[in-house]
């Protein structure tokens, strides 16, 4: 009988406990105060509201239990300080944040100031923060997907994330975009001094301002060690050296199935430089970089520093030959936007190897032909890219160009004009195919609305 007691009041104890673990806290009074409290008890709190949260002035809400913390299913929050940090994280605790929008001012962290806690971010964005939206140290942890973050600003550097000696983060289908370095700062979106692992994220429009702006996307040094892999740079500028990367002091990086396009230097590095440490550059695609004004891939310092390359596209520093039939950066599906390959690129079929992963910068499985393809995207065929659709028809809702093929490095072949509506005929990795006139063309999905069985 006893026996039985204990099984009865263990399990009881066992359901009370999982409940506990299960339940969540709703808030519907999404203010400072109601806020601040429930990250009190921690868990995981679910905010029932459309708000813009002003944090008080020098009071950021700190996160001293482990927290989980949302809107609910369609609903819009965005956290914001007039002044000071939004979030810190204490050491040794958790916060994972989703689908919200995080912007701080005047403090280094001004979104998110972790001490040595772990942060899980998803799908949320850091918009116009003050010296880093994140500030990564005492050996804390981010792990960071599907986010986005645009028109930060530093003047200690990096932009988006200074990532500290010892400190951990890793990103994947993120984007950059637009973050500026300041003051002759460094490292315009990522300033990285411990571990950083970059996938399938894109970079474009930072800037690294000043006459020591090293580093227009990402600075590399003190110790250390970033991995970028399958990623796309384009269109960042450093006013001295590494328009998309530099690295310097015992910094070691490895780059590899990755894309620099249309990045500028003022003086060395038109997408790379090595001022110090260890470069190793694999299987990625460069077009259209310059520094000085002059054509220009990657640099590195003579006798203090390494710069290794295997197999790659580039015509001035990391070896190899032209790369040829390379687009602008555009929509081609996936989480970020990418720079696509014609069909006539030398980069199809022509990598060493596979990434491990086995996918591109979208997430469309490689190797799509005989072998991978050089750079972040991988070609594919129309034969194995298409998806059928029924009664599908779109309408434009600008004018748009109709292409030769579903890339935006493809011929135009006509302007279709606003609000026309057509049928389409098949849809390959976010384009469709239309009749117009007596032309067969593609449109980008990016620009039509589409009603009926579209496809998936």
Known sequence: ????????????????????????????????????????????????????????????LTITVNTSLK????????????????????????????????????????????NGGSLTLNNVTFDRNDDSAIHNRDAGTAAITNSTFTHNETY????????????NVTISASSFANNQSRGDSNGAAIR??????????????????????????????????????????????ADHSGAAIRNDG??????SFSTFADNTSG????????????VTVSNSLFSRNTADDKENDCQTLANTSVLATDNNLSQFGCDG????????????????????????????????????????????????????????????????????????????NRNVRLRSEPNTASTILAVVQHNGTYQALEKVSGWYHITYGEVDGWLSAEFVTAVGDCGE
């Open 267 to 278: 003086v060395w590095g038109g997408a790379i430089y090595v001022e110090g440490g260890s």
């Open 321 to 396: 030959g032209l790369a040829e039939g390379i687009a602008s950066l555009s929509e081609n599906g996936g989480s970020v936007q990418t720079v696509a390959i014609a069909s006539d690129s030398n980069a199809i079929d022509a990598a060493s190897e596979c990434p491990t992963e086995a996918v591109d910068g979208r997430g469309t499985a490689r190797p799509q032909g005989a072998a991978c393809d050089i750079g972040a995207y991988e070609f594919v065929p129309l034969d194995e890219a298409a998806n059928t659709v029924g009664i599908c028809q779109i309408t434009t």
């Open 250 to 255: 015992n910094g070691q990086t490895t780059v």
């Open 156 to 167: 200690i550097g990096g932009g988006g994330i200074y990532n500290e000696a010892g400190s």
């Open 71 to 114: 809107p609910a299913e369609g609903r819009t929050v965005t956290f914001k300080a007039l002044k000071g940090r939004v979030f810190i994280v204490e050491a040794g605790i958790s916060l994972t944040l989703e689908n919200v929008t995080v912007t701080g001012r005047g403090a280094s962290g001004g979104g998110i100031d972790n």
């Open 1 to 60: 009988m006893k026996q039985c007691l204990s099984t009865l009041i263990a399990i009881l104890l066992l359901g009370i406990q999982l409940a506990h673990a299960q339940s969540e806290t709703v808030i519907t009074l999404c203010d400072y105060q109601h806020v601040s409290k429930a990250l009190e008890t921690g868990g995981s709190i679910v905010m029932d509201c459309d708000r813009v949260l002003e944090v008080w002035q020098d009071r950021p």
């Open 192 to 237: 990285n001094m411990g571990s950083l692992q970059i996938t399938g994220s894109t970079f474009s429009g930072n800037h690294a301002q000043g006459r020591f702006g090293w580093g227009g996307a990402i600075w590399n040094t003190g110790d250390g060690i970033l991995t970028v892999i399958n990623s796309t740079f384009v269109n960042n500028s």
